[in-house]
C-alpha cells in the first residue's frame, strides 16, 4: 500500500468514528428538540417550538394542569379562565352554580346558562306568569306588549276585547288601528256614521278621503255643490286640469281675457 492509499484509509476511519460519535446531524437536532418540550406537551405541527396538551396551560416554561371547578369542564383556550361551566350550570365568583328554572319554564337548549317561559307565559323579573288572555282574544309570538290579540271584529281597550260597531254602509277593514271600519264607495265618515256622497251633474266620485268626495270633469268647475262650465275666451283653451283655462301663444292673459303680447 503506497502513501496515498494509506492516507485515504486513516480518513474513511476518521470519518466512521465522528459519525458513530456524533450521529447525523438532523438526529442530533431533533434529539435536542425533544428534549426542551416540556412534560404534558406537544411539538407543533409547522412554525416551530411546542403547546402544551388539551387540559393544561403553560406556565413559566412548563405545562400546569387546568383546575376546573365542580360541574365545570376544561375548553383548552388558550385565553381567559380555560374553562367552562357544564349545561345547566353557570360561573360565579369562580364557581359553576346550578341554573335555577322556575316554574312554567325551561331550560335554554341553545345556551344551557339561561331560562325561558313557557309558552302561554311570561317572564317577570326571576318568575313567569300566565298571560291573562280576554274573551275573544288569543296569544301571539311577541315578546313585546300584552302578549295577545283580539280575534277578527273586536278591537284592544282597557285590556279586553270589544266588538268592533260598524255602521250602516259600512264594511269591517279588521286593522288593528283605527275605527275598524270604512265606509263603502260613495259614501263619507261623517260623526260615526256613513254618510252618502251627493255628486252633482257634470261630476263624478273622488278617491280622495278628504274633500267634498266628487270632482268635476273636464270643461267645468266646482262652484259650491255644482259644477258649472269653464268660459274659456277668445285665443285661449283649456289648461292641464281642465278646470280653468291659459291662453293660446303668442297671447297673454289679461283679467278674463287674452291679448297680444307685446313684444319688442
Same mark, same amino acid.
Given at each position: 500500500?503506497?502513501?496515498?492509499?494509506?492516507?485515504?484509509?486513516?480518513?474513511?476511519?476518521?470519518?466512521?468514528?465522528?459519525?458513530?460519535?456524533?450521529?447525523?446531524?438532523?438526529?442530533?437536532?431533533?434529539?435536542?428538540?425533544?428534549?426542551?418540550?416540556?412534560?404534558?406537551?406537544?411539538?407543533?405541527?409547522?412554525?416551530?417550538?411546542?403547546?402544551?396538551?388539551?387540559?393544561?396551560?403553560?406556565?413559566?416554561?412548563?405545562?400546569?394542569?387546568?383546575?376546573?371547578?365542580?360541574?365545570?369542564?376544561?375548553?383548552?383556550?388558550?385565553?381567559?379562565?380555560?374553562?367552562?361551566?357544564?349545561?345547566?350550570?353557570?360561573?360565579?365568583?369562580?364557581?359553576?352554580?346550578?341554573?335555577?328554572?322556575?316554574?312554567?319554564?325551561?331550560?335554554?337548549?341553545?345556551?344551557?346558562?339561561?331560562?325561558?317561559?313557557?309558552?302561554?307565559?311570561?317572564?317577570?323579573?326571576?318568575?313567569?306568569?300566565?298571560?291573562?288572555?280576554?274573551?275573544?282574544?288569543?296569544?301571539?309570538?311577541?315578546?313585546? *306588549?300584552?302578549? @295577545?290579540?283580539?280575534? +277578527?271584529?273586536? =278591537? %284592544?281597550? &282597557?285590556?279586553? /276585547? !270589544? #266588538? $268592533?260597531?260598524?255602521?250602516?254602509?259600512?264594511?269591517?277593514?279588521?286593522?288593528?288601528?283605527?275605527?275598524?271600519?270604512?265606509?263603502?264607495?260613495?259614501?263619507?265618515?261623517?260623526?260615526?256614521?256613513?254618510?252618502?256622497?251627493?255628486?252633482?251633474?257634470?261630476?263624478?266620485?273622488?278617491?280622495?278621503?278628504? *274633500?267634498?268626495? @266628487?270632482?268635476?270633469? +273636464?270643461?267645468? =268647475? %266646482?262652484? &259650491?255643490?255644482? /259644477? !258649472? #262650465? $269653464?268660459?274659456?275666451?277668445?285665443?285661449?283653451?283649456?289648461?292641464?286640469?281642465?278646470?280653468?283655462?291659459?291662453?293660446?301663444?303668442?297671447?297673454?292673459?289679461?283679467?278674463?281675457?287674452?291679448?297680444?303680447?307685446?313684444?319688442?
Amino acid at each position: 500500500m503506497n502513501r496515498i492509499q494509506k492516507l485515504s484509509a486513516i480518513a474513511i476511519l476518521c470519518m466512521t468514528g465522528s459519525m458513530l460519535f456524533v450521529g447525523f446531524p438532523g438526529q442530533a437536532l431533533a434529539q435536542a428538540t425533544i428534549g426542551q418540550i416540556p412534560e404534558n406537551a406537544e411539538a407543533k405541527s409547522y412554525g416551530g417550538g411546542w403547546r402544551c396538551n388539551p387540559g393544561y396551560r403553560e406556565s413559566n416554561g412548563i405545562c400546569a394542569a387546568i383546575e376546573a371547578p365542580a360541574n365545570g369542564y376544561a375548553t383548552g383556550s388558550s385565553y381567559g379562565t380555560g374553562w367552562e361551566c357544564s349545561y345547566g350550570f353557570k360561573e360565579s365568583n369562580g364557581s359553576c352554580t346550578a341554573i335555577r328554572v322556575p316554574a312554567n319554564a325551561y331550560l335554554s337548549p341553545i345556551s344551557g346558562k339561561d331560562w325561558k317561559c313557557n309558552r302561554g307565559y311570561r317572564a317577570v323579573d326571576d318568575r313567569c306568569v300566565a298571560v291573562d288572555v280576554p274573551a275573544k282574544g288569543y296569544l301571539n309570538e311577541s315578546t313585546h *306588549g300584552p302578549g @295577545w290579540e283580539c280575534e +277578527r271584529g273586536y =278591537r %284592544a281597550a &282597557g285590556g279586553a /276585547c !270589544i #266588538a $268592533v260597531i260598524v255602521p250602516e254602509d259600512a264594511y269591517p277593514t279588521y286593522a288593528t288601528f283605527g275605527s275598524g271600519w270604512e265606509c263603502y264607495r260613495g259614501f263619507r265618515e261623517l260623526n260615526g256614521a256613513c254618510k252618502l256622497i251627493s255628486v252633482p251633474e257634470h261630476g263624478y266620485l273622488s278617491e280622495s278621503s278628504y *274633500g267634498s268626495g @266628487w270632482k268635476c270633469v +273636464r270643461g267645468y =268647475r %266646482a262652484d &259650491g255643490n255644482e /259644477c !258649472i #262650465a $269653464v268660459t274659456v275666451p277668445e285665443n285661449a283653451h283649456l289648461d292641464f286640469s281642465g278646470n280653468g283655462w291659459e291662453c293660446d301663444r303668442p297671447y297673454s292673459k289679461r283679467s278674463d281675457r287674452c291679448v297680444p303680447s307685446i313684444t319688442k
